[in-house]
Each structure stands twice: as C-alpha cells, then as structure tokens.
C-alpha cells in the first residue's frame, strides 16, 4: 500500500483548529505511551537508579553505608553519570523514539496519521513533543526519587538543610535538566534512526559505543557527541581514568544551545524524511 503525499494547504490558515488538530495528536500520542505495556517497562528501568540508590544507602558495610563512607554526592554522581545517563536514558530514549514511526509502520497503521489533513511535518513534532513529555515524566520522577535517597544517613531535617540552604537544591535542578536534555536530545536522533533503518541493532549499537568511549576521544571529535554535552552540566566532576583525553567541559549555554540547535536539525531530517515518505508495508 502506498500513501500519497497530503494534498496542497490553502491560503489561508486556521490556527485555532490547527493547534487542536496538533493538541489532539499529542494527546493520544501520550495515551499510547503512558497507557501501554511501554509505560510499564519504562517504568520498571526508570525505578533502578531509584533500587541502587537505596541500596547503597540503607546496606551497611564496615559500619556505614557506602554514601556515609563516600559522600552522597560522589555516590549519587557516579550511579547518575554510569547507570542512569550511561544505560538507563539511552536505552529508554531508544525504545521509545525508535518505534514512534517504525513502529507504526510495522503496525500498518502510520497511513492512518498521514491522511488526516496536517501537514506531516506537524505529525513529526506532535509525536517527538508526545515522546518527550512521557519520557522526560518518568525519568525525572526518578531523578527526584533516588537524588532524595541520599539524604537517607541526615534525615528529613538534613535535606531539607542541604535542599534550601546548601548546594542540593541547584544540584537537583542541574541532574534535572541533564535529564530532561538527554530525553530531548537522544529522542530526536533515535527517531531518525527509525525512519532510516528497520532494525536499531547495528546503528544503535555502533552511536552507544562512540557515546561511551567519548573521553578517549581528539577534541574535535568531542563535540560530535551528546554525553560531552550532557557531562558538561553535570554539577559533581569526576575523572574518566588515566586514560581520558582531558578537555575543557563546554559552558552551560553552549552545552544547552548547542543540543538545543542539534535537536532542531535533527528534527528538520525527520521531517523532511516523512514529508517524502512512501509506505509500502510488503516491504516491511
């Protein structure tokens, strides 16, 4: 089956029933998402970080438990940077923004979205924007949970403290909006992805080794991957071993800038990819 291209817009544009027709998509893009088994297994990996934090501050070893004995920051940075940026978003934004199209393709129900009369650009946006809020939803619920686990060996009154009048407020903020970049910044590229190939394996694959062996890296070829962005913002440095090329992290207005700008170009592929779209689900 093959979908033609929507028909030529007129003059003249309706932005009220355009916003409710773009509003509507969004809608039920987030019924999909949050409504299915795919909130579930989001779900389920955004509660590990939440899982490890715990553990670490409630198992005694020696006598403390490893945040008494390391410092909740230094703990909480490591489990952030290795397991929840290294692993958890990556694999999460992949799952979801891969099949935004590609999965409706393999459902036989994306010609669906590209007849109703919107441009497909909109549909692109819709369905990213969709993404982003459910995933950005979960993650950074679960950034809140397990940064508040930290504050487990000083208590209620402790956090509270350290949240209002130390540095744990402005460092809660910044884990936030690392998280709420990766979201933005891995969704868009994986649903590139998903409009370029049918299976994630290989490109997917070959985009988490460049992104985890960044720090190995020449300078100019830093800058070609988001984590160096995303490291940047992080509050709490830690080294990547004797054997990391050591750079100047990015300011923070050209780490958020720049993955900002990259997004909108990324986006710009997608929708210029579905603007010219042909499906033929026999060969899918």
Not at 34 to 41: F, H, W
Not at 136 to 165: C, H, K, N, Q, R
Not at 207 to 217: G, I
Request: hydrophobic share 55%.
């Amino acid at each position: 089956m093959t979908v033609v291209p929507e028909a030529a817009a007129s003059r003249g544009v309706d932005w009220t029933l355009l916003g409710r027709q773009v509003g509507g998509l969004v809608r039920l893009e987030l019924r999909r998402l949050l409504m299915t088994r795919r909130a579930v297994i989001l779900g389920l990996a955004a509660s590990v970080p939440v899982v490890i934090v715990l553990l670490v501050g409630s198992i005694p070893i020696g006598g403390q438990t490893v945040l008494e004995r390391f410092g909740n920051r230094v703990v909480y940075e490591t489990i952030f940077e290795t397991v929840f940026l290294g692993a958890i978003l990556f694999f999460g934004c992949l799952y979801v923004f891969f099949n935004l199209f590609r999965g409706e393709i393999l459902e036989r129900s994306l010609h669906y979205l590209l007849l109703v009369p919107l441009r497909r650009e909109l549909v692109v946006t819709a369905k990213y924007v969709a993404a982003v809020a459910a995933v950005a939803l979960l993650f950074m619920a679960s950034t809140v949970f397990s940064y508040a686990l930290i504050y487990l060996p000083v208590g209620v009154s402790g956090a509270i403290e350290d949240l209002t009048a130390g540095p744990g407020g402005a460092h809660l903020i910044a884990y936030l909006g690392v998280t709420l970049l990766a979201c933005i910044g891995y969704g868009s590229l994986f649903m590139l992805i998903g409009m370029l190939f049918r299976n994630p394996i290989i490109p997917a694959g070959v985009l988490y080794v460049w992104e985890m062996l960044h720090f190995l890296l020449p300078p100019a070829l830093k800058k070609l991957s988001v984590i160096h962005y995303l490291k940047g913002l992080l509050p709490v440095p830690l080294s990547d071993g004797p054997f990391a090329v050591v750079v100047e992290p990015p300011p923070v207005a050209v780490s958020v800038l720049g993955l900002l700008a990259f997004t909108v170009v990324v986006l710009a592929a997608n929708a210029l990819i579905i603007r010219r779209l042909e499906i033929r689900y026999t060969e899918d």
